[in-house]
């Protein structure tokens, strides 16, 4: 009997290797003809019509079914000729990953933090250099002196030979790697097809110490270019990657364009300019048409090494400055339009990278101690300059930061990836609330309500009374409950775990706690039922797991079955009781007095309209509101990595935040109207609406990248008193499936952190607040005070609950 | 700071979101890319539902089909991925259900093929398996018990572990709200362990 559960480590490996890694070959091209006949299908009729209806509109129509057809031929025409590129999108390195890196010929890696080095690749013989991780997470590829390329596939951990040739970078969207021959060519390699192609000869000319210099290829983000700097006349060109042909961006001046790097939106190119191949000379940002080239300057000393930062609004580079004949380089950051010139760091090497969410940067720092070059690697927070070095080896060289998929079998490592993003010293840390005397309530706690098991269904609702009886709600097709349990709660601590369910209902409870919405997988269709088990409406057969406005006047979907698809407008809502049902032209954001909604149209208008979408009026482009203020007169958005507000008509539009490098994804309106809480990276903030207060809460409260995701939401309680945010258990891991809850109390901000909690529910009355957490083999519901003290297990066997107060 | 900032333009969109665009308003090139850098993941996903090449390959075909149908009612071009994830999940479970009805005309299941359509009981465990697996019997058993999950267990573990998509995203793709989304995440991993410890 095998006792030991499986690692998430163990469980991805194993699952990967199970399931297949590729379609069947033939699998395209059955899915482009069909997809081809559909098109025509919906094309031809349109054709015809637009021979014989006058109507602008239809002709206009027509024109482009039309398009769309020639362009579906030529497109199976590039099938046929096996040119598909399958590409994927590209991780930029971020707050998660690992640092390869080169420490006497081996090949290392470590985390984020600088931690749990290992290392990875040994060959005898031969010492290997600049590792460098594929966009797709699954290469880190590095070199052989022969010259020669070698791969370690991070999924089995097989290191093998790829190529002859010189490593220059992965495409940005898929496995390819850009080399040069031994002869000098241009050759990309689909490293997991086998597939060579030659671009073209480099120029290269060896004697001349070409190609060395800089990064000599570099893909555009969308992996469709590579630039490089010739060879011969040291101009700027870029490279077709699918052609091989060439156009020169700018043509060389002085000597030479060197070091090249794309705008995330591949619009523009950075490079530095070197006066005798040996000198910089500054830094330039063009156009990758070539046009609107502008010159940065720095007082500081020759500028170079330009590397874009991952939201475009920034270049770090280096200023090559001079005392005397001593050089101390400095790292710089400036807009890229050469405003706004900011020194971070008056001495350092090399720029590692910027953190994903453009917070911080990697930078090394040099010094020579004796024969053997050391370094330091820090990393720096932009914001307020806070600076840590990061406890790699002193020798280690050839850095590259890269985000390969989590639990890398090649690695072996199955860590908890840090953030790369700098904590803030004055971080206090949560305060662990010690442990309640079981209380099992009175009858003023009101009730919980939450997925109970009956036979081979989870379709059923427990409302516990605290106090009193536990009432069973059948699914509205339900048979009646059999062998309900005893009202009792169980022990505190005890638990079981839930029997597999054979059919499964996911439920909503409308926020006054008068009802619920009953989703069944199987029939595809949900109802509203109340607390009584009396159905208020449905079923109606559409697919979605409704959601409720604010005060749960309203029940709002998508109007989408099970096939996908969707009512005409995507949007429909209606009351619990199925009565005034209509459409909406997009999915609704109430204020939460329900007296106005927002929907943004087709068109990226925002419409804004009474509460039952009445009215609708646009307003402006805008982003969907983040939130409203309580009595719907302004609403709060994230635009431009900063929160903004502005009046319900589109007025008065001010940027809330203002941080210098943005980073926003979220933002909630407390119920009393005094506070937003915003999201920037991991770090929640609290703002005044007028932004007068600036209130920086803690930082690990939310990973952009794995883990659960961004998309958990902080919860004010009633009385806006606290804020309960869920997030990632900062031990669990990267893709750990662990989470936290920390209460923040508005005003003086302390926090409490809650481990082991899920899914913070407010009672009605704002005076406690539930939680589940695991507990052996099963879940069990935890209710604390406001405050987060007297945690009490006051429910235990939970099959996977939705946890909800009701009425 | 003023009104404009309300009618500046938009950031610009990423690539994908730029494809979703066009390929809503008609453009078949831009699907194409689209949806081909998704065939490998959208197949796999098929697959951990249908468990056999032929199936999810038909499943895939019909999504791809109901997907370039249905884009032009995809509002929010962000949400492509789980919005393409759902199609196919549902094309599989449709599959799925159609392949079970026919089975129950045509021929007499397997004993071990329930009505529900769950898979035979996979053999090939000996009876002298070494309490201490090693790692890689440790895989064979974890897929084992894989194929032994429901269609919903198996889709939820293959989007979180193997296509790592975020919670948020799986919930998307399912249509649940987060919080079910985790719920049924961890169900499916406690199933998984269960099925494991009944195959040993």
New interface residues.
């Given amino acids: 009997?095998?006792?030991?559960?499986?690692t998430?480590f163990?469980?991805?490996?194993?699952?990967?290797?199970?399931?297949?890694?590729?379609?069947?070959a033939d699998?395209?091209d059955?899915?482009?003809t069909?997809?081809?006949e559909?098109?025509q299908q919906?094309a031809w009729p349109s054709i015809v019509g637009a021979l014989t209806d006058a109507d602008p509109m239809v002709r206009r129509r027509s024109t482009?079914?039309v398009?769309?057809?020639l362009?579906?031929v030529?497109?199976l025409g590039l099938v046929a000729a096996g040119a598909?590129?399958?590409?994927?999108?590209a991780p930029f390195p971020g707050a998660h990953g690992l640092f390869a890196f080169v420490r006497q010929g081996d090949l290392y890696v470590a985390s984020a933090d600088g931690r749990d080095v290992v290392r990875v690749a040994h060959v005898d013989g031969s010492d290997l250099t600049t590792p460098r991780w594929s966009a797709d997470r699954r290469w880190l590829a590095v070199q052989t002196p022969e010259p020669a390329i070698l791969g370690l596939d991070l999924r089995s951990g097989e290191l093998r030979r790829l190529a002859a040739g010189t490593i220059s970078a992965w495409s940005p969207v898929d496995a390819t790697l850009a080399y040069y021959t031994p002869g000098g060519d241009i050759a990309l390699l689909d490293v997991e097809r086998g597939q060579e192609r030659v671009l073209g000869q480099e120029h290269a000319d060896p004697d001349q110490g070409y190609p060395t210099y800089g990064g000599v290829l570099v893909w555009s983000?969308?992996g469709r270019q590579l630039a490089m700097t010739d060879a011969i006349d040291g101009a700027l060109v870029r490279v077709d990657a699918a052609t091989g042909a060439r156009t020169t961006v700018v043509a060389s001046t002085t000597c030479c364009a060197f070091r090249p790097t794309w705008s995330p939106?591949a619009g523009r190119i950075a490079y530095s300019v070197w006066s005798e191949r040996s000198v910089p000379a500054g830094f330039w940002v063009a156009g990758a048409d070539g046009t609107g080239i502008i010159e940065v300057r720095d007082a500081e000393g020759p500028a170079s090494d330009p590397v874009w930062s991952p939201d475009g609004a920034w270049i770090a580079y280096r200023a090559n400055h001079w005392e005397g004949e001593v050089r101390t380089d400095r790292l710089m950051i400036v807009r890229p339009d050469g405003r706004d010139r900011r020194r971070l760091v008056d001495r350092f090497g090399d720029i590692v990278a910027w953190s994903s969410d453009g917070l911080g940067i990697a930078y090394t720092v040099r010094d020579n101690e004796g024969d053997a070059e050391r370094r330091e690697v820090h990393v720096i927070r932009l914001a307020d300059g806070s600076d840590r070095v990061l406890p790699l080896p002193r020798d280690a060289t050839d850095l590259a930061w890269g985000l390969p998929?989590?639990n890398t079998p090649a690695i072996g490592l199955d860590l908890p990836l840090p953030s790369l993003t700098v904590p803030v010293t004055s971080d206090e840390p949560p305060v662990q609330p010690a442990s309640g005397q079981p209380a099992r309530g009175d009858a003023s706690w009101g009730a919980l309500a939450f997925r109970v098991q009956q036979g081979e269904s989870d379709c059923y609702v427990g409302i516990q009374r605290f106090g009193g009886a536990l009432t069973i709600v059948p699914p509205p097709d339900g048979p009646p409950p059999r062998n309900p349990p005893e009202a009792a709660p169980p022990e505190p601590g005890a638990s079981a775990?839930?029997q597999?369910?054979?059919e499964?209902c996911?439920?909503?409870f409308a926020p006054d706690g008068s009802a619920f919405s009953v989703?069944s997988?199987a029939h595809q269709s949900f109802s509203i039922v109340g607390n009584d088990g009396v159905v208020l409406s449905g079923p109606f057969p559409w697919?979605?797991?409704p959601?409720w406005s604010p005060a749960g006047s309203w029940v709002s979907t998508?109007g989408?079955d099970?096939?996908?698809?969707?009512s005409?407008s995507?949007s429909m809502i209606m009351r619990p009781d199925g009565s005034d049902r209509h459409e909406l032209p997009?999915?609704p954001v109430w204020s939460g007095d329900e007296q106005t909604l927002a929907v943004?149209d087709?068109d990226?208008q925002l419409l804004v309209g009474g509460g039952d979408g009445s009215g609708l009026r646009p307003?402006?482009?805008?982003?969907l509101p983040a939130a409203w203020a309580p009595d719907g007169s302004e609403f709060v958005f994230v635009?431009?990595g900063d929160a903004?507000i502005?009046r319900a008509d589109?007025?008065?539009?001010?940027?809330l935040t203002g941080f210098d490098l943005g980073g926003v994804t979220g933002a909630w309106w407390s119920p009393d109207g005094r506070w937003i809480a915003v999201l920037q990276g991991t770090t929640m903030w609290a703002f005044s609406p007028d932004g007068s207060v600036q209130q920086r809460l803690g930082s690990h409260l939310g990973h952009p990248?794995?883990?659960?995701?961004?998309?958990?939401a902080p919860v004010w309680s009633p009385d806006s008193a606290w804020l309960a945010i869920e997030h990632d258990d900062p031990n669990a891991g990267v893709?750990g499936?662990q989470?936290d809850v920390t209460l923040v109390h508005a005003g003086d901000w302390r926090a409490v952190r809650l481990a082991n909690a899920?899914?913070p529910a407010w009672s009605l009355d704002g005076r406690h607040l539930a939680v589940v957490s695991?507990s052996g083999?099963g879940?069990v519901a935890d209710v604390t005070d406001a405050s987060g003290s007297g945690r009490t297990t006051v429910f235990a066997g939970l099959?996977?609950?939705?946890l909800g107060w009701v009425d | 700071v003023d009104g404009l900032a309300a009618t500046t333009e938009r950031p610009a969109a990423s690539t994908d979101d730029a494809l979703v665009q066009r390929a809503r308003k008609g453009d078949a090139a831009a699907f194409d890319v689209l949806v081909a850098s998704r065939l490998d993941r959208c197949y796999r996903l098929a697959w951990s539902i249908l468990l056999n090449d032929a199936d999810a390959a038909d499943a895939t075909q019909e999504a791809f089909v109901a997907a370039w149908r249905q884009l032009p009612r995809l509002r929010d071009a962000r949400a492509f991925d789980g919005w393409l994830n759902r199609i196919v999940a549902n094309a599989a479970r449709m599959s799925r259900r159609h392949r079970i009805r026919l089975r129950e005309v045509q021929v007499r299941p397997v004993a071990a093929e329930a009505a529900d359509g769950e898979p035979p009981e996979q053999q090939g465990v000996p009876p002298d398996m070494p309490s201490d697996f090693d790692r890689v019997l440790d895989a064979d058993a974890i897929g084992r018990a894989f194929d032994r999950l429901r269609d919903h267990e198996r889709l939820i573990l293959t989007l979180h572990y193997v296509e790592e998509r975020p919670v948020a995203e799986i919930a998307t793709a399912l249509g649940v709200p987060v919080g079910t989304a985790k719920w049924r995440l961890h169900a499916a991993r406690r199933a998984l362990e269960q099925a494991m410890e009944v195959d040993a």
């Fill in positions: 009997m095998n006792e030991r559960r499986p998430d163990e469980l991805a490996v194993a699952l990967r290797a199970h399931l297949p890694v590729r379609a069947p699998l395209w059955a899915v482009a069909t997809v081809a559909t098109r919906r482009l079914l398009a769309a057809a362009l579906a030529a497109f598909l590129h399958l590409w994927q999108p983000p969308d939106d998929a989590q775990a839930p597999p369910a054979g499964s996911d439920f909503t989703t997988q697919h979605d797991v959601t998508s989408c099970a096939a996908g698809a969707c005409a995507g997009g999915r943004l087709r990226g307003i402006g482009v805008f982003p635009r431009d903004w502005a589109g007025s008065q539009v001010h940027n990248a794995g883990g659960w995701g961004p998309e958990w893709g499936t989470a899920w899914q695991s083999g879940y099959p996977y609950p939705p």
